[in-house]
């Protein structure tokens, strides 16, 4: 919708830097940025260099006549040796080696669906001539969820003496970083930026250009690959079913790799360990990783252990996904929204601007005015703690994350307007036509300020709440009624009508504003989902006094119908949980929900 959005995505499918308003990420995030090189962006840049290696001049032009609508696609790599630097706080190396899935003659277009939680997901190729749209549906088992096609990339690494020390099969993610490899492509990348890690998403769209290459490397800022320092030589192929099914050569690029130590005194290196977290970190922000981690040594070719314990009780904290390689010169930066579950970490989006002015005039929008739909999904990620930051010591807790989503078809959009010497936000929705004009609005509540630490933002009031409720659903045993900040944190169905694939604000430090704010716009836009995680304060329930037994978590959407929808039929969500053991030795199972295990 173009009167409130902008696509801040460059020709390399990356944006521009954050907003001089809202938060500030980890401390000394700043200084670490400036000083470290951008091996990310160097890897894309070095695209042009391929030409030796895939066998196509960037300025070629147009690649060889093929079968309209059929894409051609190779593995190719960016150079033919890398230098590692090993990094003692993520337990050995990234292997970032510079290997790329290049796409030319007709985009690689795949969309990824399951039409309920009882049914499995289902990947087709689109294939496009400009004329005709043909689907072919990709064999069962080509996907366990949405984080991309599963065992696509086979890689294996010998060191000096040909022994090998690592062999494996990797997920890849076609929305992963990208860049141009030919002049005359498409000057920008429509696909999504990232594949969904949410355990509840309902639609994905999967993609690469034309005249496009995507990197294939999957990162993650925490578990390295303890491989010592010295030389190894790397391949890097494509699995023969990916090979049969797309019609993929059988290249297998070999790269030198030297792994060197990190330089005393330093906190991350150049050419490919990413930044070490601040040790200062120690709070959750909004989907955000919880900070401070120490990674212990794992055995060679192994991903090493998380030895980070959530609380005395040692209740894991949350380990952070694996993030797109064009992240590397931004650490965890753990407010972008990058925590379990999350999928676009790799954006840091311009602030959206609210009307200059509180609207006037009569209230309201055309009867046939496109509304936002927002759906609650079951409650995951669930556990026994021993509380957040405000929440009473010696208690037990019951933590969880919880997701509102918007299905459309108009993106949901409130503007807060601040009286001078205020506490409070007036809200106000808006209406959309077809076309993007504004064509009304409606008074939505308030907004207040949270200054809690993990939160310093404002808030949407009642946009969701939570309850447990009795094992017979009928009576409500605690309340957890919170007030939101809006953002765009995860991608639920991209399939759904008006689906925008590039969202903006997808961080909070862009979509919620500054203490000092006179006003603000926060957008949930349709196919996103706002996700709050269990290390969040105020996301969980006091169970200190509870008996055993089963229960529910209730995910309300839009509790007290202040905003306008298409559908108030679909709001809320429940999760079972069954509760055990004693005082400060609480326990929880999860049930699957229909086929989904996500505890």
Known sequence: MTSQMTNSSSPTGETGPASATGSSGPSGGQDRRRRLKRPGLAALASLTVVAAVAGAAPGAGAAPAAKPGTPQIKLIAASNSVTLTRSEWMGGVSLQLGTYLSVDNAPLELQVTRKSYKDPIVVKQFLRDGKTTKTKTLPKGTVDDFSGLKGFLEMSIKNAAGEEVLKSADTFCPNNASGRIRPDAPDLNHYPQSCSTNPWTLGSVWGI?????????????????????????????????????????????????????????EDGGEGGVGMAPSKSSSSAHHGGAHGGHDAKSAPAGQPAPDSHHYGPRGADAPTPPELSFALQDRGLANHLGDGKGHTDGSRIAPALQAAPKRPTGKAGAPANTPKPDLRSLPAWDIAITDGEDGDAPGKDYLAFSANVWNAGPAPLVVDGFRKPGANLMDSYQYFYDAKGKQVGYAPAGTMEWDPREGHEHWHFTDFASYRLLSADQTKEVRSGKEAFCLANTDAIDYTVKNANWHPDNTDLSTACGSEDAINVREVLDVGSGDTYTQYRPGQSFDITDLPNGTYYIQVIANPENRLQEANHKNNVALRKVILGGTEGARTVQVPPHDLIDAK
């Open 209 to 265: 250009e034309k005249g496009w290459a995507t990197n294939t490397t999957q990162f993650d800022y925490e578990r390295g690959v303890d491989l010592p320092a010295g030389e190894y030589t790397a391949k890097v192929g494509v699995a023969k079913k990916y090979r049969d099914l797309f019609g993929i050569p059988d290249d297998r690029p070999t790269i030198k790799v030297t792994v060197r130590e990190e330089p005393a005194g």
